[in-house]
């Protein structure tokens, strides 16, 4: 499976997967040298050269990706590839409970009010006392520390996104 996902892959034209890279992280720099590195060899290579230019994004390119990214606890309502995968992403987050919506708003605004950004962390996973407890903590970062922090979780949401495009290629290539 993992060979289909790649080959399907490497054979898409720019265009059509470039939109769907743009799913995985909206960062156009980021974008153009996943596209240019093809053909991959493997879906080891392709991670490994996604996760190392995520990991050399500038400043500007992460607040541009983070843009496309809503509040945690904020589940985008769109029929889109970015928008499914953020509602999947954070299912661990329970919308109906009215505790948890409070103790995210309040987390969410004074994250923004410290950091000036939304707050984003890999979600997949996590439930929602998880992800209360790394906004609390990261609320101590020095704006440092935090755009390192940023930096990562943005590269961890991208390789998830970018299995989950190799996996639904190689399913669709059968």
Do not use: K
């Not at 400043?59 to 945690?72: F, G, N, S, T, Y």
């Amino acid at each position: 499976m993992d060979a289909a996902g790649v080959d399907a892959f490497n054979a898409a034209p720019d265009d059509e997967l470039a939109a769907q890279l743009q799913a995985c992280l909206a960062v156009p720099r980021w974008v153009g040298a996943v596209l240019a590195g093809r053909p991959y060899p493997d879906r080891t290579a392709l991670q490994e050269r996604a996760a190392s230019l995520a990991a050399d994004l500038g400043d500007d390119e992460v607040e541009a990706a983070l843009a496309r990214h809503p509040r945690i606890g904020e589940r985008p309502t769109g029929g889109g590839t970015e928008a499914r995968w953020s509602r999947a992403e954070q299912s661990g987050v329970d919308p109906a409970d009215d505790e948890v919506r409070a103790a995210l708003r309040d987390g969410n605004a004074a994250y923004e009010e410290r950091f000036g950004h939304v707050f984003l962390v890999r979600a997949a996973g996590r439930s929602s006392a998880d992800i209360l407890a790394l906004l609390h903590e990261r609320l101590r970062n020095d704006p440092g520390t935090e755009r390192l922090v940023v930096r990562d979780q943005l590269g961890q949401i991208a390789a998830l996104r970018l299995s989950a495009l190799l996996d639904r290629l190689a399913a669709e290539a059968r």
